[in-house]
């Protein structure tokens, strides 16, 4: 079936370097998209959200790039810090109203002081 | 603000042992979810709500029940505990858009 799938599954990044993590998607009609980071013991969190109408949105250090041609989504962390060390994961919204959230596989980012 | 709190955070089940993962959120949030994450594994989606009385399958639904009764809970139930629900649970809440997680309940059958 279709599904929402990442092309690394770890990355290791030198600190104060920038990463640059992929996620490739397959459900042409997903209109939003959405990364999470999970730090070890703890449920995922929010890093940064964006719509199927954009391409690309900022905030805090962190930047999300859509391109909806090859259907891939990409998280670029700037000025990569030991606390950016997580699993990092890129889900998809399939329903009507934001309700039916599927998840990628991840990708581990490891930060080298 | 408690946001979404799970309970128990662990538990130990037999096979064929029945019990209900309780989640419940303060946000006043219209939809709720409930994701298991096996290691070094992604989350996967068992069940979702759109709002109180209304719930849907996700992608592994077989083998677990919920209901809605209310906005704030959001119960996963296992009828007959298997192995192979040995797994991580995670209950989340959305408002518009960004997703809310609770801290897990980490479940073992034996």
């Known amino acids: 079936g279709e599904s929402v799938g990442l092309h690394l599954p770890t990355l290791s990044v030198q600190e104060g370097d920038n990463s640059i993590i992929n996620c490739a998607y397959s459900n042409s009609a997903s209109d939003y998209f959405i990364w999470y980071k999970q730090e070890s013991g703890k449920g995922p969190q929010f890093i940064i959200d964006?719509?199927?109408?954009?391409d690309k949105r900022q905030g805090q250090r962190v930047t999300v790039l859509l391109n909806k041609t090859v259907k891939h989504l990409s998280l670029q962390i700037a000025a990569t810090q030991p606390g950016d060390s997580a699993v990092y994961f890129c889900a998809e919204n399939r329903g009507t109203s934001y309700d039916k959230v599927i998840f990628g596989p991840g990708t581990s980012l490891s930060v080298i002081p | 603000n408690a946001g979404v709190t799970q309970t128990p955070k662990f538990q130990v089940l037999k096979t064929g042992q029945s019990m209900t993962l309780q989640c419940a959120q303060d946000m006043n949030h219209e939809y709720m979810s409930w994701y298991r994450q096996d290691p070094g594994m992604g989350l996967r989606l068992i069940h979702y709500?759109?709002?109180?009385?209304?719930?849907d399958q996700g992608e592994v639904p077989n083998g677990y029940n919920v209901s809605r009764s209310t906005t704030e809970d959001f119960p996963l139930r296992l009828l007959s505990a298997a192995p192979s629900q040995t797994s991580v649970y995670f209950c989340?809440?959305?408002?518009?858009?960004?997703?809310?997680f609770g801290q897990g309940t980490r479940l073992t059958v034996v």
């Open positions: 989340a809440s959305r408002g518009n858009t960004e997703a809310f």
């Open positions: 964006i719509r199927s109408n954009m």
């Open positions: 709500s759109v709002g109180a009385g209304i719930t």
